[in-house]
Nanobody, 122 residues
Framework: QVQLVESGGGLVQAGGSLRLSCAASEWTFRNYAMGWFRQAPGKEREFVAALTQSGGIAYYADSVKGRFTISRDNAKKTVYLQMNSLKPEDTAVYYC???????????????WGQGTQVTVSS
């Protein structure tokens, strides 16, 4: 059982940056592909970014491509989401998730964190 804890959310002005972190409890973290998802009020949870175990392959949603970067540090058992040029429409609760193989589909992920709120003001 992998436990995931997100941090780094907050309130930022449009055009600003935030870096989210997701720390895992298990040393087997390196065996998991990691994903970031977000859920805005009244909307379904949507894919943001995903990364393979080695960090060699990354997928991004079109809405964040070129602005967000997913990365990981297996020694620290942590995955990051660097968010630049933030827009009000990026406002959501952001979740990290883990599974055996990289995927953009939320229903395929086995483990989830509790989420961290990101609010972008205009």
């Amino acid at each position: 059982q992998v436990q995931l804890v997100e941090s780094g959310g907050g309130l930022v002005q449009a055009g600003g940056s935030l870096r989210l972190s997701c720390a895992a409890s298990e040393w087997t973290f390196r065996n998991y592909a990691m994903g970031w998802f977000r859920q805005a009020p009244g909307k379904e949870r949507e894919f943001v970014a995903a990364l393979t175990q080695s960090g060699g392959i990354a997928y991004y949603a079109d809405s964040v491509k070129g602005r967000f970067t997913i990365s990981r540090d297996n020694a620290k058992k942590t995955v990051y989401l660097q968010m630049n040029s933030l827009k009000p429409e990026d406002t959501a609760v952001y979740y990290c998730a883990a599974r055996s193989f990289i995927s953009t589909t939320k229903d395929e992920y086995d483990y989830w964190g509790q989420g961290t709120q990101v609010t972008v003001s205009s």
